[in-house]
């Protein structure tokens, strides 16, 4: 069975600092991974994807996430944090021969002025 | 752009009413997909539609059923709306295939209370 682990429930961040967002995944293979994001209120926009190839990823809004088989993570970064960015953060999963996605229980992400 | 539409963003009903949750997408997709959202659960998969008429049981189907007769519509149908059903109710849509060159678009949710 395949899965999803974000283990931090809920991060508080200074405006201008540094981001990272850990996901862990477990899959028999090389899953599809993706990053989305959740503005309150808001649907699910999606940040980055991965499939193969280059591990490290770039998305929209300055953020990129870096692909590490050997650690099963798919960890989402981002230099320098601006407040809009608050929102909450789902790693997500799909595995070959399936179009659903394996979602993780979400990271929400506060930003200080 | 995609363009998802869920029909309400906020909608009340009864418990043992029969609801209706609507979604419409602009971009043509095959796949369309609806969620719940539940806070310390993620989302979970309640049913999925591959095709016009065709549709998958995701992980939690028992108390909903869905309707696909055209294709950029996708409708979820509570039978007889309970408390335990009151969620934040995520539709998606995407093309034919799998992978990140087919990513999920999703709407803006209806955030359904059952009372």
């Known amino acids: 069975a395949q899965s999803v682990t974000q283990p931090d429930i809920h991060i508080t961040v200074s405006e201008g600092a540094s981001l990272e967002l850990r996901c862990n995944y477990s899959?028999?293979?090389?899953?599809?991974l993706f990053w989305y994001v959740q503005s309150p209120g808001q649907g699910l926009q999606l940040l980055l994807k991965?499939?193969?190839?280059?591990?490290l990823v770039q998305g929209i809004k300055g953020f990129e996430a870096e692909f590490k088989r050997s650690q099963s993570s798919f960890n989402l970064r981002k230099p320098s944090v601006h407040w809009s960015d608050a929102a909450e953060y789902f790693c997500?999963?799909?595995?070959?021969?399936?179009?659903?996605?394996?979602f993780g229980k979400g990271t929400k992400l506060s930003v200080i002025p | 752009d995609v363009k998802v539409t869920q029909s309400s963003r906020y909608l009340v009903k009864r418990t043992g009413e029969k609801v209706f949750l609507e979604c419409v997408q602009d971009?043509?997709?095959?796949?369309m997909f609806w969620y719940r959202q539940d806070p310390g659960l993620g989302l979970r998969l309640i049913y999925f539609?591959?095709?016009?008429?065709?549709?998958e049981k995701g992980d939690i189907p028992e108390g909903y059923s869905v309707s696909r007769e055209k294709k950029e519509r996708f409708s979820l149908i509570l039978e007889s709306a309970s408390t335990n059903q009151t969620s934040m109710y995520l539709c998606?849509?995407?093309?034919?295939?799998?992978?990140?060159?087919?990513?999920?678009?999703f709407g803006d949710g209806t955030r359904l209370s059952i009372l």
């Open positions: 998606a849509s995407s093309l034919p295939g799998q992978g990140p060159n087919q990513p999920q678009h």
């Open positions: 991965y499939f193969s190839g280059d591990t």
């Open positions: 899959y028999g293979a090389t899953p599809y």
């Open positions: 997500a999963l799909e595995g070959a021969g399936s179009y659903q996605l394996t």
């Open positions: 539609s591959y095709d016009v008429k065709m549709k």
């Open positions: 971009m043509d997709h095959e796949n």
